[in-house]
């Protein structure tokens, strides 16, 4: 049988590490890039093609799927593999960010999170117990603790009283998983550092999640409005403070040019709306930057989005066309970008991990910047 959970190391390139994680489900080839699959379904893709995109892994939402269609349902539906057709790992965040990001009058205590749905104003409550309960009803493969994010803009007091609570909160996710909170025998669970830009709360969260164990750990609280050089300033120590025999994730990142500075600093797994949300509101990504293809520019452009790109989209449309079909609104259009970005988003994971292997990650580092900031230099 495969193993529970696995990751090894095959090669290091500085700080940046070229692995696998091996799951009952599949493995995982690190770096790796989760699309996002809020409410179990990657936008404007049907799982076959987000496969054949080259992605190993989807994320899934605890939020949003307890409130529809709920946990029990896709419970008794058989779990959210079959019921979403995706046979590969899943890793389902714990619901805490989309709590206070999306929910209505929030009420933070001890037991966890009191509030109101954004849908339709029912009470709910979010504790670490619970959320250990949904990911397992969903059948997660990776289960993340249940945390608390606050913004990097608060006090030093306010986010140290964050990180100590979500550290708790860790300790009890950790509890309620081994009890049989989210399937022990097959998933995973990962603990989340907290601190925001601080690092001696980084390092004392790190601290406790290391006391605690976990089967991988998360950099949290980032890609939150800081910004590129405070996030890259908190990588530079935040990966080395975690157990470097575990995977790294770097939580909502991010662009393409976070993702290979992530990576140089020790990053393995990368998540974030981005390639989809842009590719519905007719954005594409290229080697030479991002285009947006509603450009008036673009109207009697025969040529691909991007010529050097081998997925399906660019080897039979032309810019024309899909402008043409996202200013008119097709579905048709958001459909085909969206495709395009993600296969935009595996490609480049591809070649940071054979950088890193052939032990050229520097090179391709900068030729790849130097590229992708063309335009704008």
Known sequence: MPPRFRFSIHATDGKARLGTIAMQRGEIRTPAFMPVGTAATVKAMKPQDVRATGADILLGNTYHLMLRPTAER?????????????????????????????????????????????????????????????????????????????????????QAAAMERSMRWARRSRDAFDAGGAH??????????????????????????????????????????????????????APAQLDPARPRYLMGVGKPD????????????????????????????????????????????????????????CAQFSRA???????????????LMTEHNLFYYQALMADLRDAIGTGQLSGFASAFRARYHARTA
């Open 74 to 158: 896709v419970d008794r539906l058989g779990g959210l593999h079959r019921f979403m057709g995706w046979d590969r790992p899943i890793l389902t965040d714990s619901g805490g960010y989309q709590v206070m990001s999306l929910a209505e009058l929030t009420k933070r205590s001890e037991d966890g999170v009191a509030f109101k749905s954004h849908l339709d104003g029912s009470r709910h409550l979010i504790s670490p117990e619970r959320s250990m309960e949904i990911q397992r009803l969903l059948g997660s493969d990776i289960v993340m603790a249940f945390d608390e994010l606050v913004p990097t803009t608060s006090t030093r007091e306010v």
């Open 184 to 237: 022990p025998e097959r998933a995973a669970l990962f603990g989340i550092q907290q601190g925001a830009l601080d690092e001696g709360l980084r390092k004392t969260s790190a601290d406790a999640l290391l006391d605690i164990g976990f089967d991988g750990y998360a950099v949290g609280g980032l890609a939150v409005g800081e910004g590129q050089e405070a996030m890259f300033d908190v990588l530079d120590y």
């Open 258 to 313: 976070d993702i290979v500075g992530a990576v140089e600093r020790g990053i393995d797994m990368f998540d974030c709306v981005l390639p989809t949300r842009s590719g519905r509101t007719g954005q594409a990504f290229t080697r030479d930057g991002p285009l947006n293809i509603r450009n008036a520019r673009f109207a009697e452009d025969q040529r691909p989005l991007a010529e050097d790109c081998a997925c399906p989209v």
């Open 321 to 335: 066309y899909l402008h043409h079909l996202v200013r008119a609104g097709e579905i048709l259009g958001a459909m």
